[in-house]
């Protein structure tokens, strides 16, 4: 049996891997008519934008429909993820100014049509973290992570916490955290201003490579699609493996699949 990673992270996964995840199961089902396999699969996946694929793409929907829906799933986690990383960037750029937390709040719901939780319950839940510092939060590390895939109310809370403690405590301390946060995003940008990067530096990069990410996860999503809909179709392994191909050189991959 094909060997299928079940758990992975498609914007952090590059995309030769995405390929090949998608390569490989065209070798777990082949050209069979029954696609129990693909189901089964579909149950154990944790990636959202996998999932949906492996849900959508073999049953009854024409691949013009297959596609339809696909892309506005790509757009519904695209818009998603770019307000967290929004909220991301305020929250890097409010611990290296030192902002005050409350003028956080207001530039962080900025973002959202409707307050993910109201002001001044996320102020309390922060400082209630803030209180847990420095060494009463073990087994409690859950709540400090920042990552895109992080409830939006719970998002808020942990971004206010790492203003608040900076502010504290000093940019210097949030060091030790570093580990605890799942976005590389933002735990690279924090390291940065932990590190004495100059704030338009910052905002900058945080700029750009928000960007660059959003931008390489529609392209994997859109390969995604392509690759599902052939192994829907039935298409020949060689001819898929062609098709990815063709995406990764375009998106300047060197290595093969």
């Not at 030769?16 to 089964?40: C, D, Q, R």
Request: charged letters at 30%; hydrophobic letters at 40%.
């Amino acid at each position: 049996m094909a060997d299928i990673k079940h758990d992975f992270d498609l914007l952090e996964m590059p995309v030769e891997g995405v390929a090949a995840y998608w390569l490989s199961l065209k070798k777990l089902v082949g050209n069979k008519k029954n696609f129990k396999p693909i189901h089964e699969e579909a149950q154990h996946t944790s990636e959202e934008y996998i999932r949906y694929l492996l849900e959508i793409g073999f049953g009854n929907f024409s691949e013009e429909t297959i596609r339809k829906m696909a892309q506005v799933k790509t757009q519904t986690m695209l818009s998603s993820m770019e307000r967290r990383f929004d909220c991301m960037r305020v929250a890097v750029l409010d611990v290296a100014t030192v902002e005050n937390p409350h003028r956080s709040v207001a530039k962080l719901y900025a973002d959202f049509p409707q307050a993910p939780l109201p002001g001044d319950k996320a102020i309390r839940f922060a400082q209630e973290l803030l209180r847990l510092m420095p060494d009463k939060y073990k087994g409690r590390e859950r709540f400090f992570d920042v990552g895109y895939k992080v409830p939006d109310d719970k998002l808020i809370v942990a971004l206010l916490f790492y203003i608040f403690y900076a502010r504290h405590e000093g940019k210097d301390a949030c060091q030790a955290l570093l580990p605890l946060i799942s976005s590389v995003y933002f735990r690279d940008a924090l390291s940065m201003v932990i590190d004495g990067f100059d704030v338009p530096f910052v905002r900058k990069w945080l700029k750009k490579h928000k960007e660059a990410l959003l931008k390489d996860m529609q392209f994997k999503c859109a390969m995604s699609t392509e690759l599902c809909i052939g192994i829907a179709s039935r298409m020949d392994y060689e001819d898929l493996h062609s098709i990815a191909r063709a995406y990764l050189h375009s998106n300047g991959g060197t290595q093969s699949v």
